[in-house]
């Protein structure tokens, strides 16, 4: 049995996975039972980060990617963040990179600058 919160909503039931059955225990909602079985089968996290910004009022520009990606996934994303820079101005919701590492999801601004 695997322990775990779940970070769906701000709630944050605690919740107990059979590894081997894939059933969820302690969830209040059906959400609550998608996120423990992908905990187990595949887990997703939404990446945040920042890029270079030229020209903006801050020397980086908050990004994050717009759905939630393999969370295998996250270095190799981080990594491209890190290499990346967008010239300014930048509105908040552009998206800056498409499809980033394959994962089908987007890199988008998070605030205008
Ligand atoms: S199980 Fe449902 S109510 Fe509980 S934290 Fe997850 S989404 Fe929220």
């Known amino acids: 049995m695997k322990e775990m919160i779940c970070i769906v909503c701000p709630r944050g039931c605690h919740l107990q996975v059979n590894e081997e059955t894939l059933e969820v225990f302690g969830n209040t ?3 609550g039972e998608e996120y423990g079985k992908n905990e ?3 887990p997703m996290r939404t990446v945040t980060g920042s890029v270079k910004i030229i020209g903006g009022v801050h020397p980086r520009l ?5 759905k939630a990606v393999p969370k295998e996934k996250m270095f190799e994303i981080m990594n491209k963040l890190h290499s990346f820079s967008v010239q300014s101005p930048v509105k908040r ?5 498409e499809n980033i590492c ?3 999801a987007n890199i ?3 605030r205008n600058m």
């Open 102 to 104: 394959d994962t089908g």
């Open 40 to 42: 187990i089968v595949s």
């Open 29 to 31: 909602c059906a959400r």
């Open 62 to 66: 908050a990004v994050r990617t717009d």
């Open 93 to 97: 919701g552009a998206v800056l990179i």
């Open 108 to 110: 988008i601004a998070s």
